[in-house]
């Protein structure tokens, strides 16, 4: 007598797998994400070369490059995620 074959997935992986599903459950929070970081971080480099080109302080009480260099970084940080976010869809 044969043993039935038994996959590790389950049956409706497979039949999304061989349909070739785009995986649209998984893709909404990337966008979401994507969007957020890129947001953020154009903002924040926006603002922070505006208060520098006006040589108005980027934050109260700390060196003036000192806050443009942190803030130029985070900013460009968020951006880099922000694009590694939707580069994974």
Same mark, same amino acid.
């Given at each position: 007598? !044969?043993?039935? !074959?038994?996959? /590790?997935? %389950? *049956?409706? =992986?497979? =039949?999304? +797998?061989?349909?070739?599903? @785009?995986?649209?459950?998984?893709?909404? %929070?990337?966008?979401?994400?994507?969007? #957020?970081?890129?947001?953020? *971080? *154009? /903002?924040?480099?926006?603002? &922070?070369?505006? +208060?520098? !080109?006006?040589?108005?302080?980027?934050?109260?009480?700390?060196? %003036? #490059?000192? @806050?443009?260099?942190?803030?130029?970084? #985070?900013? #460009?940080? /968020?951006?880099?995620?922000? &694009?590694?976010?939707?580069? +994974?869809?």
């Amino acid at each position: 007598m !044969r043993r039935p !074959r038994v996959t /590790a997935s %389950p *049956g409706w =992986a497979l =039949a999304d +797998r061989r349909k070739g599903a @785009s995986g649209t459950m998984e893709s909404g %929070p990337a966008i979401f994400a994507g969007v #957020v970081f890129a947001l953020f *971080g *154009g /903002a924040l480099l926006t603002w &922070t070369a505006v +208060r520098v !080109r006006q040589g108005l302080p980027v934050a109260q009480g700390v060196s %003036p #490059v000192a @806050s443009a260099t942190v803030a130029g970084l #985070v900013s #460009v940080i /968020a951006l880099i995620l922000g &694009t590694w976010c939707l580069t +994974r869809l």
